[in-house]
């Protein structure tokens, strides 16, 4: 797989974004998020780009990228789908949704399916707890979760 | 201004949105003007109601129908009999479980023993519409304090109000302005703490996005009190509404001069930037807070130097909860002594609670502080659903503890939940029922804490994992006796030792729930039994041989060979070689598979 830098437009954004930004104060964090934002994650020659431009060692950025959760090394798949473990969602019942996932999409939470269709991720409070359980598909919210659900809403994205 | 003879608000807070009230707005925006009523009806799409469980909402003036899970399909059908005929649509309107008669807002008793104050806009206004804060006096407050107050009386009106920070920690707030006022210096930060991450809470969520302006009001009032020029909103990421609508409401203020250099002519300068977070439950503490801030991990710093001395760019930095801070403009307009005369001896005000989990009326509240819990759960959360039982409530998320039954009529403030093992918190209320397992749910907690510790002290970042695996040992039914002893033991060292809130409250959720459901863990541990009948690998099925019929589908079903029997005879399972899928309760169609 090439590289995310081969796209050199992509770079010259990510190069303008950080000329205009790394004069203010505490630009690191707006500036890998918008890294991520544009390409997707964070991968080396990612972070490289701006430790060059910043003119600060890529340990920074790295220790940065790696901390937050939000942050990606490694390429998403086409449909993220996000189940919500907030205590909400939990205690109605999300975990035997996360298993039907698991069981439905064969691969585990954290990661991507070999086809690059999906990945799914167990995620922090989405704050629709009225709706709780409650799963997120890319920008789409399904609430009101059953195990059974699963298949049916997962054939919409095939 | 245009006068119209009614208003359609459409409720745009998160969960009603999951729920497709965007499409809601536009079609009542299509169906009134198809009508040719779009001179006469204005529709606002609004922050939020409250109520989440019956959402998306839909409210009617002045009349103040409530309509309750509206879809797109109901809109043509409010717009020609409601707003046209003027014929409510009665199936759409919201009923509560045990009344009949007038159901309009003011009657719902979900809403009738609430005080707003940091909700006071929130479902009221056009968040997006500055001009509608301005109405309902915003940026009043602002006004009062750049012309006629001197710094140091802003101070004394929020000690004298006795508001303290509804982050949790309940640190009276005019006393934290002072310390912040008194370091000399004219480079001073105000910091909105907006990374809400306790699960399960949506306050400040809601109240970012149904109320922007009073955060933004209230932050220019705390720069002007300590001398600040600068403010940062440190946002969740995870709230895309509220982080737009800040965008928003920061925008306009500057257009009318209420954000920028010389406002109100006083000469004082102060500007707003929002910064965002990228998921790291540990930064909603201040001092990992600040170092997000400043472009490094999220690592809690010690304190002191607290953050009035040296805080953002190690310069003197005041930081405040959103709903906090929401409170001030009301504050500074009404008086201290009005705000002091709700609430209890230490407590004043109100409090916003996100009541969840297993009960009927999910949603928000906000309750004059001594209010108790069973009047919050029962009478405004209107009970358990499904005639289930109350077992505990879980207040202050990974951080608090849980209150069972025996406390509910304790009134609530900060002292006398920390002095039945939990905490007040932000104001998360996750309630369960006989149904939810207590070990479970403090594996849960410990579970996410043990994700989100940062690492940087071992007290927390090893502690807290040997209890996590402790307790996940029980669960799976492999508990050994003093398992529970050693749970205490780590959690007091824990408690001890810790750097920063983040551990020293982790273990909390495990000790609150040994304190008053000990007897579930002993019941994991020694009996091998989950009384709630939740933990998986300590169910047990078996086979009603009164009921088989022995039609073998279980067998064929079972993917570890766990059943046999002869066809038309009674089946049996083999509890060693069982591993609890359940695939057999699923197939079989008598109903003679019990699960204890």
């Given at each position: 797989?090439?590289?995310?830098?081969?796209d050199?437009?992509?770079?010259?954004?990510?190069k303008?974004?950080?000329?205009?930004?790394?004069?203010?104060?505490?630009?690191?964090?707006?500036?890998?998020?918008?890294?991520?934002?544009?390409?997707?994650c964070?991968?080396?020659?990612?972070?490289?780009?701006?430790?060059?431009?910043?003119?600060?060692?890529m340990?920074?950025?790295?220790?940065?990228?790696?901390?937050?959760?939000?942050?990606?090394?490694?390429?998403k798949?086409?449909?993220?789908i996000?189940?919500?473990?907030?205590t909400?969602?939990?205690?109605?019942?999300s975990?035997?949704?996360?298993?039907?996932?698991?069981?439905?999409?064969?691969?585990?939470?954290?990661?991507?399916?070999?086809?690059?269709?999906?990945?799914?991720?167990?995620?922090?409070?989405?704050?629709?707890?009225?709706?709780?359980?409650?799963?997120?598909?890319d920008?789409?919210?399904?609430?009101?979760?059953?195990?059974?659900d699963?298949?049916?809403?997962?054939?919409e994205?095939? | 201004?245009?006068?119209?003879?009614?208003?359609?608000?459409?409720?745009?807070?998160?969960?009603?949105h999951?729920?497709?009230?965007?499409?809601?707005?536009?079609?009542?925006?299509?169906?009134?003007?198809?009508s040719?009523l779009?001179?006469?009806?204005?529709?606002?799409?609004?922050?939020c109601f409250?109520?989440?469980e019956?959402?998306?909402?839909?409210?009617?003036?002045?009349?103040?129908?409530?309509?309750?899970?509206?879809k797109?399909?109901?809109?043509p059908?409010?717009?020609?009999?409601?707003l046209?005929?003027?014929?409510?649509?009665?199936?759409?309107?919201?009923?509560?479980?045990?009344?009949?008669?007038?159901?309009?807002?003011?009657?719902?008793?979900?809403?009738?023993?609430?005080?707003?104050?940091?909700l006071?806009?929130?479902?009221?206004?056009?968040?997006?519409?500055?001009?509608?804060?301005?109405?309902?006096?915003?940026?009043a407050?602002?006004?009062?304090?750049?012309?006629?107050?001197?710094p140091?009386?802003?101070?004394?009106?929020?000690?004298?109000?006795?508001l303290?920070?509804?982050?949790?920690?309940?640190?009276?707030?005019g006393?934290?302005?002072?310390?912040?006022a008194?370091?000399?210096?004219?480079?001073?930060?105000?910091?909105?703490?907006?990374?809400?991450?306790?699960p399960?809470a949506?306050?400040?969520?809601?109240?970012?996005?149904?109320d922007?302006?009073?955060?933004?009001?209230?932050?220019?009032?705390?720069?002007?009190?300590?001398?600040?020029?600068?403010?940062?909103?440190?946002?969740?990421?995870?709230?895309?509404?509220?982080?737009?609508?800040?965008?928003?409401?920061?925008?306009?203020?500057?257009?009318?001069?209420?954000?920028?250099?010389?406002?109100?002519?006083?000469?004082?300068d102060?500007?707003?930037?929002?910064?965002?977070?990228?998921?790291?439950?540990?930064?909603?503490?201040?001092?990992?807070?600040?170092?997000?801030?400043?472009?490094?991990?999220?690592?809690?710093?010690p304190?002191p130097?607290?953050?009035?001395?040296?805080?953002?760019?190690?310069?003197?930095?005041?930081?405040?909860?959103?709903?906090?801070?929401?409170?001030i403009?009301?504050i500074?307009?009404?008086?201290?002594?009005?705000?002091?005369?709700?609430?209890?001896?230490?407590?004043?005000?109100?409090?916003?609670?996100?009541?969840?989990?297993?009960?009927?009326?999910?949603?928000?509240?906000?309750?004059?502080?001594?209010?108790?819990?069973?009047?919050?759960?029962?009478?405004?959360?209107?009970?358990?659903?499904?005639?289930?039982?109350?077992?505990?409530?879980?207040?202050?998320?990974?951080?608090?503890?849980?209150?069972?039954?025996?406390?509910?009529?304790?009134?609530?403030?900060?002292?006398?939940?920390?002095?039945?093992?939990?905490?007040?918190?932000?104001?998360?209320?996750?309630v369960?029922?006989?149904?939810?397992?207590?070990?479970?749910?403090?594996?849960?907690?410990?579970?996410?804490?043990?994700?989100?510790?940062?690492?940087k002290?071992?007290?927390?970042?090893?502690?807290?994992k040997?209890?996590?695996?402790?307790?996940?040992?029980?669960?799976?039914?492999?508990?050994k006796?003093?398992?529970?002893?050693?749970?205490?033991?780590?959690?007091?060292?824990?408690?001890e030792?810790?750097?920063?809130?983040?551990?020293?409250?982790?273990p909390?959720?495990?000790?609150?729930t040994?304190?008053?459901?000990?007897?579930?863990?002993?019941?994991h541990?020694?009996?091998?039994?989950?009384?709630a009948?939740?933990?998986?690998?300590?169910?047990?099925?078996?086979?009603l041989?009164?009921?088989?019929?022995?039609?073998?589908?279980?067998?064929?079903?079972?993917?570890?060979?766990?059943?046999?029997?002869?066809?038309?005879?009674?089946?049996?399972?083999?509890?060693?070689?069982?591993?609890?899928?359940?695939?057999?309760?699923?197939k079989?169609?008598?109903?003679?598979?019990?699960?204890?």
């Amino acid at each position: 797989m090439a590289t995310v830098t081969a796209d050199k437009a992509k770079v010259d954004e990510l190069k303008a974004y950080i000329a205009e930004h790394k004069g203010i104060k505490g630009p690191l964090m707006p500036i890998i998020q918008k890294a991520q934002e544009i390409f997707g994650c964070l991968p080396i020659d990612v972070q490289d780009v701006i430790a060059e431009e910043m003119g600060i060692p890529m340990t920074d950025i790295y220790g940065v990228a790696t901390f937050y959760s939000q942050f990606a090394l490694e390429p998403k798949g086409e449909h993220v789908i996000g189940l919500c473990m907030g205590t909400a969602c939990y205690v109605k019942n999300s975990q035997p949704i996360l298993e039907r996932l698991r069981k439905e999409l064969g691969i585990s939470e954290g990661a991507t399916t070999p086809d690059g269709k999906y990945s799914l991720d167990a995620t922090r409070c989405l704050g629709c707890c009225g709706l709780a359980p409650v799963m997120m598909i890319d920008d789409r919210v399904y609430g009101r979760l059953k195990p059974d659900d699963i298949p049916g809403i997962l054939a919409e994205y095939k | 201004m245009d006068l119209y003879r009614a208003h359609v608000l459409v409720c745009g807070g998160t969960g009603c949105h999951s729920g497709g009230s965007s499409d809601i707005l536009a079609s009542m925006e299509t169906e009134i003007a198809k009508s040719g009523l779009d001179k006469e009806i204005k529709v606002v799409k609004t922050g939020c109601f409250g109520l989440c469980e019956v959402g998306p909402v839909v409210i009617v003036y002045p009349e103040g129908t409530f309509y309750s899970r509206v879809k797109v399909e109901d809109v043509p059908e409010i717009v020609s009999e409601h707003l046209l005929k003027g014929r409510k649509v009665e199936r759409l309107i919201y009923k509560e479980h045990d009344k009949a008669g007038d159901q309009s807002l003011e009657n719902i008793s979900f809403y009738k023993s609430q005080v707003r104050i940091a909700l006071r806009n929130c479902g009221v206004i056009n968040p997006e519409n500055i001009d509608e804060y301005i109405a309902l006096d915003g940026y009043a407050a602002l006004g009062k304090v750049l012309t006629e107050m001197k710094p140091q009386d802003v101070i004394e009106t929020l000690k004298a109000s006795g508001l303290r920070g509804r982050g949790g920690a309940g640190f009276p707030t005019g006393m934290k302005l002072q310390f912040c006022a008194n370091v000399p210096g004219d480079e001073k930060y105000v910091v909105c703490n907006a990374d809400e991450g306790d699960p399960g809470a949506f306050m400040d969520r809601s109240v970012l996005e149904g109320d922007p302006h009073a955060v933004l009001e209230a932050m220019a009032i705390e720069g002007y009190a300590i001398g600040a020029h600068t403010g940062y909103i440190y946002c969740r990421a995870e709230y895309p509404i509220a982080v737009k609508r800040l965008g928003i409401a920061i925008k306009q203020a500057k257009e009318y001069g209420l954000l920028g250099k010389n406002i109100f002519d006083s000469g004082f300068d102060f500007d707003i930037e929002v910064r965002l977070g990228a998921g790291a439950f540990v930064c909603g503490e201040e001092t990992a807070l600040i170092a997000s801030i400043e472009g490094e991990r999220g690592e809690p710093r010690p304190r002191p130097p607290f953050p009035a001395n040296s805080g953002v760019f190690r310069k003197p930095t005041n930081v405040n909860n959103v709903e906090t801070l929401a409170n001030i403009p009301r504050i500074i307009l009404k008086g201290a002594d009005w705000f002091a005369s709700m609430g209890t001896e230490k407590c004043k005000g109100t409090k916003v609670f996100a009541l969840g989990g297993k009960i009927n009326n999910t949603g928000l509240v906000e309750i004059p502080m001594g209010t108790t819990l069973r009047e919050i759960l029962f009478d405004i959360g209107g009970g358990i659903p499904n005639g289930k039982k109350f077992k505990a409530a879980q207040t202050g998320g990974p951080s608090g503890g849980c209150i069972p039954t025996e406390h509910l009529d304790t009134p609530i403030d900060y002292e006398s939940l920390t002095a039945i093992g939990s905490m007040m918190g932000s104001g998360g209320l996750i309630v369960m029922d006989e149904d939810n397992c207590m070990v479970d749910v403090a594996r849960f907690f410990l579970d996410f804490t043990v994700d989100e510790s940062c690492g940087k002290c071992p007290p927390c970042r090893i502690g807290t994992k040997r209890m996590l695996e402790i307790l996940e040992r029980i669960v799976a039914g492999k508990g050994k006796p003093g398992d529970i002893e050693k749970l205490e033991e780590l959690g007091a060292m824990i408690k001890e030792g810790a750097l920063c809130g983040l551990g020293k409250t982790a273990p909390n959720p495990v000790l609150s729930t040994i304190k008053y459901f000990r007897h579930e863990y002993e019941a994991h541990i020694n009996d091998k039994v989950c009384p709630a009948g939740h933990c998986k690998a300590l169910k047990r099925y078996t086979i009603l041989t009164e009921k088989c019929v022995g039609c073998s589908a279980c067998a064929k079903v079972c993917p570890a060979d766990a059943i046999s029997g002869q066809i038309k005879s009674p089946y049996v399972i083999d509890q060693d070689k069982c591993i609890k899928c359940g695939a057999c309760i699923e197939k079989c169609k008598f109903g003679a598979i019990e699960v204890k």
